[in-house]
């Protein structure tokens, strides 16, 4: 069985148990370095870097790179955690998304050079269903649908494009949406697993700052690990 590629933060690294043994391994594409932990049935990318003191910008991610290293390793599908704030009151901190759509305006990530395919954006229903099962196995909810609004980061959003936003789409984030282009790109079945850590600027209560979205992030990560270590363990058998 061919190796199942996994993108988040992290905190699945730091979990030692998840993941299994694996080795680091610095990969050369045509689209640059990335870095890798392998091991027989799992091929893992820290989208922001391994070192939590020198954290990968999100408009810094070489995700052309990132997913091409999984695709020369023979991953097929890739399944990402993603930290994502809310646009919608009722899509609280703590809460599980599942995205079936995105929405990405500037900057679009591509691999694709003089001959240009045109391809029609979207989530993979078979790893999107993958996702939803294992929570359900694991007792845990979340949200099945939600549209994901990508934006470049890394500065946070205003309250004024939060509210304009917010009428087309339920979360935002800034990693999602590139890493699914280029996922189809080079034909390889993706979706993500999106934890809600902070309202959108403007909709809390409270002003918005990175502490907050990093202790909501904090308190979801358990939830996380459980929904993983069980759709890998579902892929087992």
């Keep these: 069985m061919e190796p199942l590629g996994i993108i988040s933060g992290i905190i699945l690294l730091q979990d030692k148990g998840i993941l299994g043994n694996l080795q680091e391994r610095e990969m050369a594409t045509e689209f640059g370095k990335a870095c890798v932990y392998i091991s027989d049935d799992i091929a893992f990318i820290p989208r922001h870097g391994k070192d939590s003191k020198n954290h990968i910008l999100p408009h810094l991610i070489n995700n052309q ?22 646009l919608k009151k009722k899509l609280k901190p703590g809460t599980i998304v599942v995205p079936d759509d995105f929405i990405m305006f500037p900057g679009t990530p591509t691999t694709l ?6 391809i029609t954006p979207k ?9 939803i099962e294992a929570a359900h196995d694991c007792g845990i909810k979340v949200s099945d649908g939600g549209i994901y609004w990508q934006t470049t980061g890394p500065r946070l959003e205003t309250k004024a494009e939060i509210a304009m936003m917010s009428r087309f789409a339920d979360l935002v984030g800034m990693t999602m949406a590139s890493e699914a282009v280029i996922a189809q790109e080079l034909g390889l079945h993706y979706a993500a697993l999106c934890s809600i850590d902070n309202y959108g600027h403007g909709l809390g209560e409270n002003e918005l700052t990175i502490e907050e979205i990093l ?23």
């Design 123 to 131: 989530l993979s229903d078979v790893v999107r269903k993958e996702w």
């Design 65 to 86: 790179a990132n997913l091409k290293a999984l695709k020369d390793i023979g991953v097929k599908k890739v399944i990402s955690v993603n930290s994502t704030g809310s």
């Design 215 to 237: 202790r909501h992030a904090r308190r979801n990560t358990e939830i996380i690990i459980k929904i993983v270590r069980r759709y890998i363990e579902r892929r087992k058998g």
């Design 113 to 118: 050079s003089q001959k240009a395919l045109h």
